[in-house]
């Protein structure tokens, strides 16, 4: 017992050793998508009849939710942890970070040059030209927080933004199994809308303010890339998330009431 134990040691030291952060946490988050992916495949098809009746691309799509939902619970979790409780981020904002923070960021990463990789492979199947963009600038934002330790509270900051992935996939998992006319699609889409509102848009208020006040007088500390991805970060997720179909379309059915047949549908109890 006390060779595994000292094995575990010497492993978790490297794995966590500084200059080797950014390479293991990178391969750790595509290892989880791997992971979530085989899951949600194997759950879904052994539990779920209308799995077997999608199409080979829908599968793939299927599968691939589940995956972005698992990362984005992890990463959510995270940055609320590190933004809000954790005293990692005391002192300057914009230049503090340490191993979790980098690890974390190391680990979204993972996922989102895996879920790149996936999209450019079946493209456009699983997301146009927006979803590229999006990935890639994603991408540079956390690769240059995560390797110059700069910006990586805003950074998560901004990443409280994919609390509302999970109802997003959700969604998308009730209207492919044919049940766009149950509760649960209602009460997801509602969920989805509350969430939306208070994480998202008090994540970006408060990156926005915060920015506002510590990081443009520190133009000359840091590096011109540095201040440009995190001034602007913020602004980019907010254009992507207006543009981003599946979110403005879920807010419009819920909140407008747009879609009258999903409404007339419903039985008494829901209306």
Known sequence: MKSYSYQTEVLKDYLLADEVIPYTSILCGIFMCKMAYDLTHLVSSANLKSYASLTKIQRIEWN???MSSSHAIFITTMSLYLVFFSDHFKGPSMLRSSNISTFSLGVSAGYFLTDLATILWLYPSLGGLEYVLHHSLSLCALSYAMLTGEGQMYTFMVL??????????MRWFLETAGLKRSGAYLINGVVMVFAWLSDTVVAYIIAFI????????????IHYLGY?????????????????PSTLSCIMEQVCCLDKEFYTALPPSFT
């Open 64 to 66: 691939n939710r589940g």
């Open 160 to 169: 409280i933004s994919e609390s509302t992935t999970p109802g997003i996939n």
């Open 210 to 221: 915060d920015v506002a006040l510590h990081v443009f007088g520190l133009s000359q500390t």
């Open 228 to 244: 440009f991805l995190t001034g602007m970060q913020p602004l980019l997720r907010v254009c992507f998330h207006v543009h981003d």
